[in-house]
Structure formats: C-alpha cells, structure tokens
C-alpha cells in the first residue's frame, strides 16, 4: 500500500474517492476484507504508517479497486485538472478514463477532437462529452450549439414537476435537479440536434450509485430543440418525486436513496418499503448491505409512531 496516496487521500480529500468504501482493512478473526467504513478505524488512524495497532494487532488496508487507486495517482500527479474535475457530468469511471488517454482538461476536450473522437478514444459516452462542451463558452467550434445565441433559445421549460427543481435555463443548458440530486439535462449538439441526458448524484456511499445506475430517458436522444423539451416535459410528469411519508426520516435514507426507491421502486410511503423488504429481500440487502437491520429498526419505528 503505497502510503503517501493515503496521506494525499486524507489531507486533500479528492472529491470521488470516499475512503469509507474505497479502502478496506483485513479482519484477521474471518480472513476477509471489509470496508474502512464497517470497521472501528477511520483514515487518520493510517496516514503515519501502513498499519496501525489495534486491538487485534497490525492492521492492513488497501484500495479496494484499482480504478480507485488509479484515480487517486492521477489527482495526486495533477493529470486531472480543477476545471475538469468540477465538471458534474463526469464521474470518477469518466475522469480516470480521459486522463488514460490524455484528456486532462476541459482545453484537451475541446481543443484535440469532437466528441465521436474522444468517445472512441476513451470510451466516455459521446452525450456527456457535449454536455461537458455545453458549459463552455464556444464549445466544440461546429456553429451555434454552445454561444449566446445557442439553439435553446426562446424555449419555455416548466418548473412545476413535484421533486424537480430547473436549476438551469440558457441557450446552451436546460435542467432539473431533483432534491437527491438526480439531473436532467437538454442540451445542444454539434450535430444540429438536441440531446437529453440523466446523471445521478455524484455520491459513492450507495452501491446503487457505484453499479452506475441512472434513470433512463427513452428515445430521447438526437430531437429538435422544441420537441426535446416536450419529450423532458412528459418525462418530468411521469416522474414526479411525490412522497406519502418522509422516507429520509428513516436511518441511512437521505435524499439520494429516498429519490432513488422511487425511481428504481416506486417505493414512496412506509408501507411500502416494508412490502419491498418482504418480497425483496435480496434487492433490499443489495442497496443497504450492512445496514439492513437498522433500516428495518428505524422503519418499524417510523410506522409505530
């Protein structure tokens, strides 16, 4: 374990890399590893040496990926830089698989290729590329897409979606932003179309988050403008965020989750969380793991009360 990337880890706390999961200590009693997180260590117990000495004696810890690793050498070497890291649209998949191919700034994304290149050369899905361009004054240089006078204009977005809040109204950006963070987002192409895009919250507690879950947007992709925004439109009625009980009043539900039930669920109300633990065990572990039973505790609380 290479421990100055842990001393990087915990002094400059790079925005995707969440140590309570990315890092893992080896429990000698079950000769397994589990997540920093689940143990009774934190990060600053590592930062002066490999190991500490705990209760059962030197401890490991590692990276749990290498993707994780990979991305904390590239923020430690500075080949992802500050304006591309604040970029929303790109996770951390994104960030490590521009900075593999070279792509170390916003200046490299719009300056070497068009999208369809860098998509090709990375990987990274062509619609996120353009949407990055978007928030860039010139944008890709193919026409009017992302200026002041970009296809967008004049359109009429409607901020009346229950959950969804527009968040951005210009001639290069419309989007909605649910309360847990989930986005959706019309933007310009270089092609001469509009594309709609979903992104959830950047948050890596949530397996759901790391598995790359999103909302999906059907044949919502290559419109005009105007029929772009009706599309978003029915999209936002369909999926509006209308809670019967406040999941988040529930241990380990914040925004995110309780956004992310209903999506994934249709799971709004107390009742029915507990109908889901009971059909669905399985999926039900998959999203809290460990903390299982203390969802289950907190839920029966909530609905007793």
């Known amino acids: 374990m290479n421990r100055t990337l842990l001393t990087f880890a915990h002094d400059q706390q790079p925005r995707y890399f969440a140590p309570g999961h990315d890092l ?8 397994t590893w589990e997540p920093l997180g689940a143990s009774p260590y934190s990060l600053s117990d590592f930062v002066d040496t490999e190991t500490t000495t705990a209760k059962a004696g030197p401890v490991p810890i590692r990276i749990a990926s290498d993707e994780a690793a990979q991305y904390l050498e590239y923020c430690q070497a500075g080949k992802i830089g500050d304006t591309l890291h604040a970029e929303t649209e790109l996770n951390r998949t994104c960030l ?13 994304l719009l300056g070497t290729a068009d999208a369809v290149d860098i998509e090709r050369d990375t990987g990274v899905d062509r619609d996120i590329i353009q949407s ?3 928030n860039h004054v010139g944008g890709f240089s193919t026409g009017d897409a992302f200026t002041s006078g970009g296809r967008l204009a004049g359109l009429d977005p409607q901020d009346e979606f229950h959950g969804w809040e527009l968040t951005a ?93 209903a999506f994934e669920y249709e799971i709004t109300s107390f009742d029915a969380l507990a109908t889901f633990i009971d059909d669905e065990p399985g999926e039900f572990d998959a999203i809290f793991g460990e903390q ?11 609905r007793e009360q």
């Open 24 to 31: 893992e200590v080896y429990d000698e009693d079950d000769d």
């Open 96 to 108: 490590v698989a521009l900075a593999d191919a070279g792509y170390t700034s916003v200046d490299d």
């Open 132 to 134: 990055v361009a978007a």
């Open 169 to 261: 109204n210009s001639s290069s950006r419309i989007r909605w932003e649910s309360t847990g963070g989930f986005r959706l987002t019309a933007t310009p192409t270089p092609d001469g179309t509009t594309t709609i895009t979903t992104n959830a919250p950047d948050d890596h507690r949530h397996s759901w988050y790391r598995k790359g879950w999103s909302p999906s947007v059907s044949d919502a992709d290559e419109l005009d403008p105007e029929a772009a925004l009706e599309n978003a439109h029915e999209w936002l009625v369909d999926n509006q965020l209308e809670f019967t009980d406040d999941l988040q009043a529930i241990q380990h539900i914040g925004p995110a989750t309780a956004d992310y039930l």
């Open 292 to 302: 299982t039973e203390e969802v289950e505790a907190s839920l029966e609380a909530e």
